[in-house]
């Protein structure tokens, strides 16, 4: 036969399970609206004009002297800034 602890902790757990599916299901809703939230200021940045200071920084590439983060090379490319 079944106890009254028996039962508590099913329905405990069943409980606990539904939140935990909630929250998940909430969570990917919530990504999925800042994820389109940000696709629509990106596309804003790029109908402004060529000269707006937001648009030139989007545009701007960053470059590192060494591309290669390999160990071997790190030396050399620390020894290259040093050297500048």
Not at 2 to 21: D, G
Not at 39 to 50: M, P
Request: proline share 1%; aromatic share 18%.
């Amino acid at each position: 036969m079944f106890t009254y602890s028996y039962i508590l902790l099913h329905i405990v757990t069943y409980f606990l399970l539904y939140i935990v599916i909630f929250w998940y299901i909430l969570y990917i809703i919530t990504a999925t609206i800042l994820q389109q939230n940000r696709l629509r200021w990106y596309e804003h940045v790029l109908q402004k004009e060529d000269n707006d200071w937001v648009k030139i920084y989007t545009e701007y590439e960053v470059g590192m002297p060494c591309q290669q983060v390999d160990q071997r090379k790190l030396g050399d490319c620390v020894k290259r800034l040093s050297d500048t």
